[in-house]
């Protein structure tokens, strides 16, 4: 609970709060903004969120309040206006994984507090404001934690926020993370008239019919190494618009190999229209992908962790693989 304390005893020091996440939020990142914003809003804080990219279709409902606010990349914020205001970054520990918003306010924002729940890279994180827990399942959890420590009686709209994050970042409630507290946690946003039928409704059955083609034809693409231990798949943003699909539609391709007993990683490099590419992992049996992700300056989970890459795609895709071939045995 001193962990809790100290983000108050911190965000006091402020007239502004600005709460953001990491670029391409998921429902984790989008569930805890949307939640925390409302805890500091009920308990007189002057607090908006601001994040630099659309929220995708199966998501809106998450801001039901309508309480997230995108930012365009000529979006201008004078230093007067962002006086005495701190950035909280939610769902990463990195705050330049925030995206183009970081750089168009770091220098005229006063401090920063991360809350996040994934495993940090101790040779380079040293901020002391933060409130990480790596055995959280999701943030969405860490910020539920927060709310029943200042007293926030929660409405429908907030846990519904906060179990949609949890349910996506629990894969269903499946993944390691998933522990005896996350069920009870649960539990406790059920009784707030959250219905999970809805929420995975929302999440997983509102795919358009050019997400389906996207999957079959990234699907048929597919190749396997080492052994047929490693499933790797590519999504281009040819494939995008020659579908007219959007970058979120390739979501759930990175789990479609992991469902065969023989894949212990699946890797999956996915092109957004801009020509970004960033590369996704998966794994079994505990094999620890993150450390190959925070090789590449990215991060995440044990079993699930990502990257953007800077080298062509042949390139990448090589070094990637040499990385799993040599983790594996």
Known sequence: MNNYKMFFDFIDNFKKIIITSHENPDPDALG???????????????ASIM???????????IDSGRLINVVSRDSTFESDAL?????????????????????LIKDKINDVFIIDHHEID?????????????????????????????GYKMDHDFAQAVFAGILYD??????PKTEYKTMQIASDLLKACVK??????NLYETNSLSSLKLQSLVFSRIKFFNNNTIALQVMLKEDLENLNARFE?????????????????????KENKDGVMRCSLRS??????????????????????????????????????????????
């Not at 994040?51 to 409902?61: A, M």
């Not at 205001?85 to 330049?96: E, F, G, Q």
């Open 249 to 269: 539609d390739g979501d759930s391709i990175i789990n479609l190999p992991m469902k065969c007993r023989d894949i212990l990683v699946s890797v999956f490099f």
């Open 170 to 175: 629990t894969g269903l409630f499946v993944y």
């Open 284 to 329: 079994k049996e505990n094999i620890d992908v993150s450390s190959i992700a925070r090789k590449f300056g990215g991060g995440g989970h044990t079993t699930a962790a990502g990257f953007k890459c800077h080298e062509s795609l042949d390139i990448i895709t090589q070094k990637v693989l040499k990385e799993l071939k040599e983790l594996l045995f």
């Open 196 to 201: 999970p039928n809805i929420v995975y409704s």
């Open 122 to 150: 101790k040779n380079h994180f040293n901020k002391k404001t933060n409130l990480i827990n790596v055995k959280a399942s999701s943030t969405c959890e860490i910020i539920y934690e927060l709310s029943e420590y200042c």
């Open 83 to 103: 006086t005495q205001t701190a950035l909280i970054v939610l769902d990463t520990n990195t705050a330049s994984n925030t995206g183009f918003f970081y750089n």
């Open 51 to 61: 994040t630099c990219e659309e929220i995708p279709v199966k998501c809106e409902f």
């Open 32 to 46: 805890s903004e949307y939640a925390l914003c409302k805890v500091l809003l009920a308990k007189g804080y002057n």
